[in-house]
């Protein structure tokens, strides 16, 4: 890992589902392998929609990731080199991708801060808010903290406005009350909530409750 020169920042993709927060986070990876860059791309174990180890965007663009299920497992696959950088043979990482921040928890807070004091580049994408408009952590404190922050939209399935949300739709697997601090409540993630156009719509502020 890099010393703490100043060149560590923090760069943070958020919005709803379908916002195309994994296909930015992915141009960004392949833009740093272009210039042999050492990238490291990870991603977590809930998440295993296109098979586990690999970070994929709903168009069908991916590249292999490391498959992890708590924030500190990121900073061990530096420490031990386990993590070998994606980019020219023998490069050092010099960038540090995490997709589906939300899964995470805040957990994740203290590491990519690390990560970015110690000279990385680190871009998180993730969820900004949950399937029942409420702030998703780790999401906002990340963006208080970052360099960078690019709020994505989606596309509202009803009248076809920028959708800064997203609901679940009828007939996706039930889950508990909204807002609830339970595993399976909005703000807690579980594998019952990893889902795409199956359980979930992208939706205007108009149509949150359509």
């Known amino acids: 890992m890099k010393d703490g020169l100043g060149a560590g920042r923090l760069e943070v993709i958020a919005g709803p589902m379908f916002a195309g927060k994994s296909e930015e986070l992915l141009r960004r990876v392949?833009?740093?392998q272009i210039a042999r860059r050492g990238v490291l791309v990870v991603s977590h174990a809930l998440d295993a929609r296109r098979g586990v180890g690999r970070v994929s965007s709903h168009s069908g663009l991916g590249v292999p990731s490391h498959s992890v299920s708590d924030a500190a497992e990121i900073a061990a696959l530096l420490e031990t080199g386990t993590g070998t950088?994606?980019?020219e043979a023998g490069s050092e990482t010099e960038l540090v991708a995490i997709d589906e921040a939300q899964f995470f928890g805040v957990g994740l807070v203290p590491v990519v801060s690390d990560l970015a004091g110690g000279g990385?580049?680190?871009v998180v994408a993730g969820l900004s808010v949950t399937f029942d408009g409420q702030p998703f952590?780790?999401?906002p404190e990340l963006m208080a903290l970052a360099e960078s922050v690019e709020k994505l939209t989606a596309v509202c399935s009803v009248?076809?406005?920028d959708a800064a949300f997203h609901v679940r739709v009828p007939g996706a697997p039930p889950v508990p009350d909204a807002g609830s601090a339970e595993p399976g409540g909005a703000l807690v993630?579980?594998?019952a909530h990893v889902g795409g156009s199956e359980s979930y719509e992208a939706r205007?502020?108009?149509h949150t409750g359509a």
């Open 204 to 206: 205007c502020r108009k």
């Open 189 to 191: 993630p579980v594998a």
């Open 137 to 139: 952590a780790p999401l």
């Open 85 to 87: 950088a994606d980019g």
């Open 159 to 161: 009248c076809g406005a």
């Open 120 to 122: 990385l580049v680190v």
């Open 30 to 32: 392949r833009r740093a």
